[in-house]
């Protein structure tokens, strides 16, 4: 037996300013590998963490967790080794956790010969997921594992769109390197929000669907704004405010924190600008004594592959 595969397990933006807990798209160069290995002992086994300090302890990290939960339904008559090789910071608002809770799943799907389609693996995959944040979201696992920007319409049952990628599209990140834990950033949230406010949200999240259909930028610019969300955890953000102004004013399309933070995200339309706006975001953060990453990207439209 012990047949074994590598994959890519890619870092996501999930809200997209408006769509919180529904809207997300896959980043294309940021995401941690992971291997994949088909073993005659049964259960699940985290054999291999590289990169960052996270448990061993398969019920404590968010692949062992998805992981068992698709093997305890599916109980094949074998088991499986993980082996985690992690890029993104825990705790980084890029989907770290869900790069993990989607990768076991995927991999363990392809050595069984693909018994489950998409949305199954993101039904699993969001019980590792809850480990984390402590809430079953699916706005990062289903651009993971569907590529491109997705829409959750629903996450019980679990319903999920796939939504057009303008061609012209390029994302610039700003990554500051502290952790801001979801589970802590949904805490702050408060239960109920304004009537006025979610009229502007809900309008803002139609228009923004209807923008990435119509490849309208100008669309997609007047759509990328969070009156809902932004105004707490923006809080959390160091200079979050200036990031964002610097932004606007070097060309983005617009700019808002990518999941729960600490990273901010912007649009723009064409590569050339995304640079600028990296440019521009560098020098606000340059100014301070904390340390970050920044990047461009294309819009990932195939989500999580196999590499090996
Ligand atoms: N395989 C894993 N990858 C990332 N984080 C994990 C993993 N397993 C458990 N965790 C825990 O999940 C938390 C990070 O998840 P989360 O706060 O959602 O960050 P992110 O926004 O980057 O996904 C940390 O407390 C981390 O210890
Ligand atoms: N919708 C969730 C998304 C969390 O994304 P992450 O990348 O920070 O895990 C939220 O905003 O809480």
């Known amino acids: ?6 994959i890519f397990s890619p870092a996501t933006v999930a809200n997209v300013a408006c769509g919180f807990d529904v809207l997300g798209f896959c980043l294309d160069t940021i995401g941690d590998e992971m291997v994949i290995r088909q073993t005659e002992q049964k259960g699940i086994k985290i054999t291999v963490i590289e990169g960052y300090d996270l448990p061993f302890e398969v019920e404590q990290n968010v692949a062992g967790v998805s992981a068992l939960a698709m093997y305890n339904s599916l109980q094949p008559d074998c088991g499986f080794e993980i082996e985690i090789y992690k890029n993104i910071k825990p705790g980084s608002g890029i989907g770290s956790s869900s790069a993990s809770a989607a990768g076991s799943v995927f991999g363990m799907n392809e050595l069984l010969g693909k018994p489950l389609n998409k ?27 569907f590529g491109g920007f997705t829409l959750v319409k629903s996450a019980s049952p679990l319903q999920i ?16 390197q502290i952790e801001i834990k979801t589970s802590e950033s949904r805490a702050i949230l408060p239960k109920e929000i304004l009537l006025q406010n979610a009229i502007i949200q809900w309008a803002n999240v139609g228009s923004l669907v209807h923008a990435l259909h119509t490849s309208n930028y100008d669309l997609i610019k007047d759509a990328l704004c969070d009156v809902v969300i932004e105004p707490y ?17 070097a060309g983005a399309l617009g700019c808002a924190i990518s999941g729960s933070g600490p990273s901010i995200f912007m649009l723009s339309k064409g590569e050339d600008i995304a640079k600028s706006v990296q440019k521009a975001i560098k020098t606000v953060y340059a100014k ?13 439209t195939e989500g999580i592959k196999t590499i090996l």
């Open 1 to 6: 037996m012990n047949k074994e595969i590598r």
């Open 119 to 145: 949305t199954q693996l993101t039904h699993f995959a969001m019980k590792g997921e809850a480990l984390a944040s402590k809430c079953e979201h699916a706005d990062n696992l289903a651009p993971a594992i």
């Open 161 to 176: 769109l796939q939504l057009p990628t303008p061609s012209d599209l390029f994302v610039t990140l700003i990554h500051p």
């Open 233 to 249: 955890r923006k809080q959390l953000i160091p200079h979050f405010d200036d990031v964002k102004n610097a932004a606007m004013k």
């Open 288 to 300: 301070t004594n904390i340390a970050f990453e920044t990047y461009v990207s294309k819009i990932n």
